[in-house]
Structures are given as C-alpha cells and as structure tokens.
C-alpha cells in the first residue's frame, strides 16, 4: 500500500516538481488553496502533509491549526519564510517539520521518509535492505555495510544510493537523477551524477571498473541491478 501525500502549495511550478519528485514512490493530492487543503484532509485521510505558509483563502497557520484538532498526520512545512518567529509560530501550531525554500529534494524525501516512520505509516515502513551478500542498507539508521564492514557515505551519496535502489531496474536518466538527489534547480548539471556516481562505486563495488550494482546506460543514464548470484 502506498503512503498518501496532500501538498497544500499556490505555486504551480512547485507542485510540478513536488509531483514528479514524489509520484514513483507515492500517492500525491493537491490543493491549490488552504481551505481546499483543510477539507481534502477530511475526504483522503493522507499519510503526510506538505505545507505552504502563505496561501489564499486560509494562511497555512491557521490551516495547520485546523488539521491538528482533528488529525495527527505529520505536516511539513514548505516555505521561503526563515525568520525564527515564523518556523517556532508553525512547530507550536503543531508543524512536524519545517524546511525553507529553495530546498534539495534529496533532503526533503528523506525528511518524509523520516516523519512517516516516526508516524509509524504502515505503507512507509522502513527496515534493513539486504541487496546481496556483500551490500546492506539500513534505512532506519542511513547506515551502509560492504562485506559486512560499516562504509561511510556523505549525506548526497546516501540519497543517491537510496534513489537508486529504491527504483532498481529502471533506467534513471541525468537530469531524473538530479532532480531527485540534487533539486530541481541543478538539471543539467551532469558533471554532479558522474561525479557522485564515481564516488558510489568506489565504496560499494568490488571492482568499480565493473560494476555489479551502478550499470551505465549509454546515451541514457544509470540503472541500479540487483544481482540474482
């Protein structure tokens, strides 16, 4: 089953890309309003909520102070207001997080990851990934193990790694990539995957120069392999 995300934004451009982040992985609704927002909390039940500030109709504090009378569902904040009055008014209206624009994709998955965890979301829940004999991933803790052994990722290399496993088969082009991992605003960028995917297959393939988990998809991207021996 999958978790349902209702993204409560006025910026359609944003939503755009808040879907094509999100909809491989999850059910996604919208709301272009904050009165929309309050009533599809009632009619979808979602399993998490992201959350823009300043919306027409109701403002996203008095629309955060409504779910919360009714609804325990994680809400995210999303918004470009970073002054310290603004992120503690949202947290004590009842806010589970609260991230400002612009922000990474990367990062932000990996934060609804962590709300639908801590809101025990039976549709999200998380444990150890077993690839292969040789490759282990902990979700729970965003801990790598080789051979048995801990391997240190940087915080872009773990959200490149999770990406990819996540969605292991499928071609995933340069810009797909960058968007997902990087942020919308780094598409074109394709000096960054090569580098990070060079960097990934130094920690987690035996022999980099072959790799058994990170294949080169000429002219297309990269595809993620489990190895069936």
């Keep these: 089953m999958t978790a349902t995300i ?3 934004e006025d910026d359609p451009d944003l939503v755009t890309m808040l879907v094509r982040a999100l909809d491989d992985d999850y059910t996604v609704v919208k709301a272009e309003d904050g009165w929309t927002g309050v009533d599809l909390v009632v009619d979808v039940d979602p399993d998490l909520i992201l959350l823009d500030l300043l ?3 109701i403002d996203g504090w008095e629309v955060c102070r409504r779910i919360r009378h009714e609804s325990s ?6 918004t470009a207001l970073g002054h310290e009055q603004h992120i503690i008014r ?4 009842g806010a ?4 400002i624009k612009p922000f ?3 990062e932000l998955r990996a934060r609804i990851r962590a709300a639908l965890r801590r809101a025990g979301c039976p549709a ?3 444990s150890m990934v077993q690839v292969d004999d040789r490759l282990t991933v902990d979700r729970g803790t965003h801990s790598v193990m080789v051979d048995g052994e801990s391997m240190e990722l940087s915080v872009t290399e773990y959200n490149l790694l999770t990406y990819m496993l996540d969605n292991a088969g499928r071609i995933l082009t340069h810009d797909r990539l960058l968007t997902q991992v990087w942020g919308w605003d780094q598409v074109g960028q394709t000096n960054y995957v090569k580098v990070y ?4 297959r130094k920690k987690i393939e035996e022999n980099p120069a072959e790799p058994r988990y990170i294949i080169t998809e000429r002219g297309s991207g990269y595809r993620f392999e489990v190895p069936t021996s």
């Design 6 to 8: 209702l993204i409560i």
């Design 55 to 57: 919306l027409p109709g």
């Design 73 to 78: 569902v994680p809400i995210i904040v999303l």
């Design 90 to 93: 949202a947290l004590d209206l």
């Design 96 to 99: 589970d997080d609260y991230v």
């Design 104 to 106: 990474h994709v990367g």
């Design 124 to 126: 999200h829940a998380e």
């Design 197 to 200: 995917i060079h960097r990934l």
